[in-house]
Each structure stands twice: as C-alpha cells, then as structure tokens.
C-alpha cells in the first residue's frame, strides 16, 4: 500500500457508499444550498448553546448518511472524526448519542481528508465493512473560541475568514455504488513562521503545496491526471499564494484545474472576507457539492487537499507561530 514516503494506494479501492451534510443559516444563503441534506434557520438548532448546536449539527449528518446507506447505526463498525473545539467535545458528544466505536481525531479544518484517509486504509486492508468519517464546524463557538465571540461585534481585517456552520459526513464500505477512494498522501507539519490568526489562508498555503507536489511525485503523476485539485479552504489569499507556489515549483495546474471550497461555499456580496474556513468547510463542500458533480459526470478524479492550521488560543497567547498542515485524498468515479 505505500508508495514513496507517505502515500498510501487503496487497491480495494473502498466505495463512498453516502454522504450526509447539515448546515446552518449562513450556508442556507449561500450558492450550494441545494447540495446539503438539512439547512437549519438559526445557529441554535434548539439548544442553549452553540457548543451543544455543534454537537447536532454531527448527529444529523451522520444519522442522514447512515440512513441514505440503508443501514442501522449497528452496522457502523467505527467513526473517525473531529472538530476545532477544546478536546473535540462537539465530536465526543455526539458519538455519546451514535454509541459507534470512536476514534477522535484532530487535524483543525485538515480533520475531514484525515478521516477519510484513515477510514479508507481501515477499510482497505479489511478491518471494517463499515466506516463512518465526518467533520463540522459552528461558526458562533468556533469563532468564540479563536478570535472573538460574535456578540463583541470587533472588525476583522479582509484576511480573515468566515467559520461554515455545518458539518459532513461519508460511509465507507468495501462494497457497493459510488465514487471510491483510491490514494492518500499525509501531511507533514510545515510553519513559515506567521503568526496572525486572521490570515490562516496565507498560513496554511504552503503545507498545501507540499502534499500536493509529495502525491504527484509519489504517484508519478502530471497534474492533469486530475478533472479538479480543491483545498480545504484556503479562501482568496491562500488561493493565491499556492498559485503562485505551484508555479514556483513547476507544477503546471491552471486556475479552472484548481479550486478551494472555501471560495465555493457563499455567495458573492455575503461578508466573508477572504472566504470560508472551518473544518465544516471542506467537509460539506466535497460529501455534498462535489460528489454530486461527480456522479452527474462533471468529473472522473478529484484531489481533496484539506488544509489545517494547528495552532490553539494557548500557543497563540504564547506568541508561537502557526504550524500547519494538508491532507491530500483521491476520488475517483467512473459510471457502473
């Protein structure tokens, strides 16, 4: 299964058997609403916390994944999942109520490929009929929690970047329909030395270009081998700056070739600055907007590269820099 340094090929190649995506009333707004499961109307979705609302958010998702694979949640055998808040409570709790076998996983908005990486290789080598792997975001207790709460009401610069309220879901089986998995490629920890925590695009840029150049060179591939390359949400300043690292390094892949869901998710004219991030992020854009694309025949192959910034308000206090880093994961479709 590994080629190179630290890619792995899924021979199985397990099957995405379903996906499940729920989002909040930000997303519902923006332009691939049609593209989640359930949008809820406000951030509270019933609760007296946004915490407890983040928890729901992942409960729904999975529940609508579970039942879009007509299975029962004893047939899960493990969830891989994560999110950005303290010891991924929102995750923890939730898996409280699924009662699946747990691992909890932090990889900041990396999260969602980690996941599906993991659960592939699971799958891949048969330790698993069934694997269950998500990630969500809320953006009142993320935000809460990283810059200011939203209620303080403080100005952010147009570096700064809007946290998805929302949170996605994949089943993974070693059987079935659908677009499968077939290569991932880990990241390594890459710091540049930033250290402002409203421009994470900039910052995460270059752990992005990193496990793209790692995977394409391990797999011997050329960039066009892939119909679409999307990071996990860079926004537009990151977007730019790993353009222009791509180029840098010889790879030649256009600006239609590569997308960031973070550019993807809102409308033009909603005030997200430099665009979305948040774990949630690239998680509902791929399990929903772009499998979608996929089984419609839009595209064949897709590279999933989910960026993470690792830093906490604690290192951030401490005036430390931010470490970062990228998952990449292939998808690939072809009609049955």
Known sequence: MLKGHRTWIFDQKPVILSTGTVGGPFEANGLLAEDFDLLHSDLWLGQDSYEKAHKVLLEEACQKAIEKADLQKEHIHFFLGGDLINQITPTSFALRTLKTPYLGLFGACSTSMEGLA????????????????????????????????????????????????GAGVACLSDSGEG??????????????????????????????????????????????????????????????????????????????????????????GQPVQSGASGAGCSATVVYGHLL?????????????????????PLSFQQNESIPCIAHAVSIEYEDE
């Open 118 to 165: 993991l659960g592939a290789y699971i799958v891949n080598t048969k330790g698993a009929k069934y694997v269950l792997t998500g990630a969500s975001s809320h953006n009142a207790a993320v935000e809460k929690q990283f810059r200011y709460p939203t209620e303080y009401g403080g100005q952010k610069p147009p570096t700064a970047q809007w946290t998805v309220t």
């Open 179 to 268: 677009p499968r998995v077939t290569s991932a490629t880990i990241g390594r920890v890459i710091d540049m030395g930033l250290t402002d925590p409203f421009n994470m695009g900039g910052a995460m840029a270059p752990a992005a270009v990193d496990t793209i150049e790692a995977h394409l060179n391990e797999r011997n591939l050329d960039p066009s081998y892939y119909d679409l390359i999307v990071t996990g949400d860079l926004g537009r300043i990151g977007h730019e700056v790993a353009l222009d690292l791509l180029k840098k390094h010889g790879l030649s892949i256009t600006e239609d070739q590569y997308q960031d869901c973070g550019l993807m998710i809102y409308r033009e």
């Open 292 to 312: 979608n694309r996929m089984k419609k025949g839009e595209f064949k192959r897709l590279l999933v590269v989910a960026t993470g910034a690792l830093l906490s």
